[in-house]
């Protein structure tokens, strides 16, 4: 496999539910990267990772708890969202964090919070 | 504060000559990014300016003015693969990117 993978591609969840979104990139990058996208709305960083250290979070709400157990794989962990919640979760990888720019994505999560 | 603004959306013909423009305001600047997404994929990287001036890669082409705030990316000979969201970004002071909400290019055969 190449490039950088997301799974689910979709899930639906209530707000009481826990979920798990999955990101694995198989280009030896040392970076990775959780982005939120809505609809006509710039993409907003949530989390990054450099060397499996966190070195950013974006002010982002307890109910996402990112978990990044080696520098091939991501994850993001949700519990109690709210439905404004609801978007593409985009993973993305790039060669460090000083890398920033040219970035590696993955299709994306479609989330939909009931 | 820092923002990026592209237009929401464009319509081009087949074969024809698109120019998306791209204006921003940052704290610091250190390049300005192209990114293209087709509806449900992934963005890809398409080109990165950080001096002034147009930077050609193919049918794209991205020009910088610093002075001016100002990015263009110019689309020749436009195919309809090229209906897609470009997005404009461009890294501050911290390395961290800011992002427009990006221009939906439809192509019109």
């Known amino acids: 496999e190449t490039g950088v993978t997301q799974t689910p591609r979709h899930l639906v969840m209530g707000m009481t539910n826990k979920k798990s979104l999955k990101c694995e990139q198989h280009?030896?990058?040392?970076?990775m990267y959780w982005y939120k996208q809505s609809a006509k709305k710039p993409l907003e960083l949530m989390f990054v990772?450099?060397?499996?250290?966190?070195?950013e979070n974006n002010s982002v709400p307890s109910r996402f708890s990112p978990e990044c157990p080696n520098s091939s794989h991501l994850f993001l962990h949700l519990h109690t969202l709210q439905p404004e919640d609801s978007a593409l979760y985009l993973c993305?990888?790039?060669?460090?964090?000083?890398?920033?720019?040219?970035?590696?994505f993955g299709e994306g999560s479609r989330l939909t919070v009931l | 504060g820092q923002n990026i603004d592209q237009p929401t959306e464009m319509t081009a013909t087949e074969g024809a000559i698109v120019q998306i423009n791209c204006t921003y305001q940052?704290?610091?600047?250190?390049?300005l990014f192209w990114y293209q997404q087709h509806a449900g994929e992934a963005p890809t990287f398409l080109s990165y300016?950080?001096l002034d001036g147009l930077e050609e890669k193919g049918r794209f082409s991205s020009f910088l003015s610093r002075s001016k705030g100002y990015s263009y990316l110019l689309l020749k000979e436009l195919q309809m693969k090229d209906s897609a969201s470009y997005l404009c970004?461009?890294?501050?002071?911290?390395?961290?990117?800011?992002w427009g909400a990006g221009t939906k290019l439809i192509i019109k055969p």
């Open positions: 993305a990888s790039s060669q460090g964090a000083g890398d920033a720019g040219e970035l590696f």
């Open positions: 280009l030896g990058h040392n970076a």
């Open positions: 990772y450099n060397f499996k250290e966190q070195t």
């Open positions: 940052t704290s610091g600047f250190n390049g």
């Open positions: 300016n950080v």
């Open positions: 970004a461009s890294m501050d002071s911290n390395y961290q990117l800011i």
